[in-house]
């Protein structure tokens, strides 16, 4: 589903990539996040994602009212605590992707795909 603005000069679709990239992106500049995660049906493991293709870690969905509901998958850092990590992250998407967007968000589920030491 696209999220749909409506104008005086008619109708603008927003494609959930867009906002999945965009989620992404601000997802990697919070403190604590190493990077997203991405699930590989080849092997059953989660592997770290590259900056180019960040929108694979984010599942969005758009609601007919124009709701956004986003899962994030990310690998945090060793050492940090996971809940206010988890917390910053959700708090620091959903109001970028508010601002970014102009629709509102239901709710941002984050999952732990794994925890990483940084150099």
Same mark, same amino acid.
């Given at each position: 589903?696209?999220?749909?603005i ?5 109708e603008?679709?927003?494609? +959930?990539?867009?906002?999945?990239t ?8 919070? !403190? ?12 059953? $493991? !989660?592997?770290?994602? %590259?900056?180019?293709?960040l929108?694979?870690?984010?599942? /969005? ?7 956004? *509901? ?6 945090v850092?060793?050492g940090?605590?996971?809940? +206010?990590?988890?917390?910053? $992250?959700a =708090? *620091?998407?959903?109001? %970028? /992707? =508010?601002? !970014? +967007?102009?629709f =509102? +968000?239901?709710?941002?589920?984050? /999952?732990?795909e ?6």
């Amino acid at each position: 589903m696209k999220g749909i603005i409506s104008s005086e000069y008619g109708e603008i679709l927003v494609d +959930t990539d867009v906002i999945a990239t965009y989620a992404g992106s601000v997802a990697v500049g919070c !403190f604590g996040i190493v990077g997203m995660s991405a699930y590989s049906m080849k092997d059953g $493991l !989660f592997h770290i994602l %590259k900056k180019d293709s960040l929108k694979y870690g984010i599942n /969005v969905k758009i609601t007919d009212e124009n709701r956004i *509901a986003l899962t994030i998958h990310c690998i945090v850092a060793y050492g940090v605590s996971i809940l +206010t990590v988890s917390e910053n $992250l959700a =708090e *620091a998407v959903r109001y %970028k /992707v =508010e601002q !970014f +967007t102009g629709f =509102e +968000t239901d709710k941002i589920d984050v /999952v732990v795909e794994g925890i990483r030491v940084i150099d």
